[in-house]
């Protein structure tokens, strides 16, 4: 099957976040699917099966949205029935009408990436495909800039710069501990700001 460089490019950028293509059709509740494209998330994302179709004209012919639609029902109402816990995303790629996009939405959850009007190399020689990162930016890992003292390009450390926009109440060791801890997650954030907390509260306690 011929499919577009959008697409194409889709999937790679998929693929690139970790996710992992699933061989089609496949079986759910005795019900054979098949779709141009499906893809699993990795490990911190293995609830989200996401579905793409290309809606480019591709040898004559354009998909239509309604049989689509049909589809991915299907395949949802068989998802109920064996009780999974997956997580639908349809991706479409080109060209789609807004009352199809809110209809399909209706059964999933709807991504759209407009095709390319032309595949153009950046000034480093590589295709850009930042805006389809930020089309199907839901899908992909959230990646922070890492936290480092001293100046950044800003001129400014990362400390600096949430100092200037914070309280001046605000407590710079408290500051840079949870600065430092968010390279480790969400949980290590947590942690620690409970630390400061329990602290806090035992100081109290030996204060009065």
Same mark, same amino acid.
């Not at 939405?105 to 759209?112: G, H, I, N, P, S």
């Not at 000034?123 to 922070?144: E, Q």
């Given at each position: 099957m011929t499919v577009s460089?959008? &697409? %194409?490019?889709?999937?790679?950028?998929?693929?690139?976040?970790?996710? %992992?293509?699933?061989?089609?059709?496949f079986r759910v509740a005795s019900v054979e699917f098949d779709f141009p494209a499906a893809l699993r998330g990795d490990t911190k994302r293995s609830n989200d099966l996401v579905l793409a179709f290309d809606l480019t004209e591709q040898m004559?012919?354009?998909?239509?949205?309604?049989?689509?639609? %049909?589809?991915?029902?299907?395949?949802?109402?068989a998802l109920d029935i064996t009780q999974s816990k997956l997580v639908l995303t349809?991706?479409?790629?080109?060209?789609?009408?807004?009352?199809?996009?809110?209809?399909?939405?209706?059964?999933?959850?709807?991504?759209?990436v407009e095709e390319a009007q032309q595949d153009v190399p950046d000034?480093?020689?590589?295709?850009?495909?930042?805006?389809?990162?930020?089309?199907?930016?839901?899908?992909?890992?959230?990646?922070?800039?890492r936290y480092t003292e001293g100046p950044q390009i800003s001129g400014?450390?990362?400390?600096?710069?949430?100092?200037?926009?914070?309280?001046?109440?605000?407590?710079?060791? &408290?500051?840079e501990d949870i600065l430092l801890a968010s390279e480790h997650?969400?949980?290590?954030?947590?942690d620690r700001f409970v630390q400061t907390i329990e602290?806090?509260?035992? %100081?109290?306690g030996q204060d009065n």
């Open positions: 460089p959008t &697409f %194409q490019m889709v999937i790679s950028c998929l693929k690139g976040a970790g996710y %992992q293509s699933v061989s089609t059709p004559g012919e354009t998909p239509n949205v309604k049989r689509i639609r %049909q589809k991915v029902e299907a395949l949802g109402r349809a991706i479409l790629v080109g060209n789609a009408e807004s009352n199809e996009v809110d209809e399909l939405a209706e059964t999933c959850r709807v991504l759209t000034s480093s020689g590589t295709d850009d495909t930042s805006w389809i990162s930020d089309r199907i930016r839901v899908l992909l890992p959230l990646v922070l800039p400014l450390s990362a400390l600096d710069e949430l100092k200037a926009t914070a309280e001046k109440s605000l407590d710079k060791k &408290f500051v997650g969400e949980e290590a954030v947590v602290r806090a509260i035992l %100081q109290e």
